[in-house]
């Protein structure tokens, strides 16, 4: 949380590999529906708000058009889709989400003097998320009997990043060229980059 991921693949974009044989048309389907955001159907404009601001603080984003990430959970929900697997702990993620989220308002209320966890600045953000990654509550009544640790790490942090590095944007940041069909990558020793693959780059300032 913080500070924005600085790339050290300043100017790689994998997208530049739209054309080239790297990508058939399966790939692009799946990488075009990676950038066009599904619109709200699942949780209430409060909640998908709440969302969008913990979002924002998980991974901050510095750029002209940021990754969309909030419409794709809520896709997800709204099609009952998960990974066919969840904590015995945890409840469905239909269930989990809204309860999570209301906690975590309410955990902000209890912090903060009433005020909720969109109303407070970048730093109490930051100080909340990091109380409940550590399973200090200060309103438990509101998780009922799910792990307030557990929904934060495996739930929501865990589909808040895989979300938006699977994001073209987020493949860029970190090199990535994408699905390997249908060209694949033959260089694969310590040291070697096929010639479609990101140049080795460096780090520096996106301020």
Not at 35 to 60: G, H, K, M, N, Y
Not at 119 to 138: K, N, S, T
């Amino acid at each position: 949380m913080s500070e924005p991921f600085r790339t050290p693949y300043p100017g790689y974009d994998v997208l530049d590999k739209w054309d080239s044989p790297s990508f058939d048309d399966q790939t692009r389907e799946v990488l075009r529906a990676r950038r066009d955001p599904p619109p709200r159907r699942f949780l209430d404009p409060d909640q998908f708000a709440l969302l969008e601001a913990l979002c924002a603080v998980v991974i901050p984003q510095r750029r002209p058009e940021p990754v969309p990430i909030a419409p794709f959970i809520d896709a997800a929900l709204h099609e009952d889709r998960g990974t066919g697997t969840r904590f015995a702990t945890m409840p469905p993620e239909r269930e989990a989400w809204p309860r999570g989220l209301k906690a975590i308002d309410a955990e902000a209320r209890a912090t903060f003097d009433g005020r909720g966890f969109r109303e407070l600045d970048r730093p109490e953000q930051e100080r909340l998320l990091r109380a409940i990654d550590r399973g200090e509550c200060r309103a438990p009544e509101t998780w009922q009997d799910m792990p307030p640790q557990k929904f934060f790490r495996a739930l929501l942090l865990k589909q808040i990043v895989e979300i938006y590095y699977s994001a073209p944007a987020g493949m860029s940041e970190i090199g990535y060229g994408g699905p390997a069909a249908p060209r694949g990558y033959v260089r694969l020793k310590a040291g070697q980059i096929d010639p479609w693959e990101a140049p080795f780059g460096k780090w520096e300032d996106q301020a």
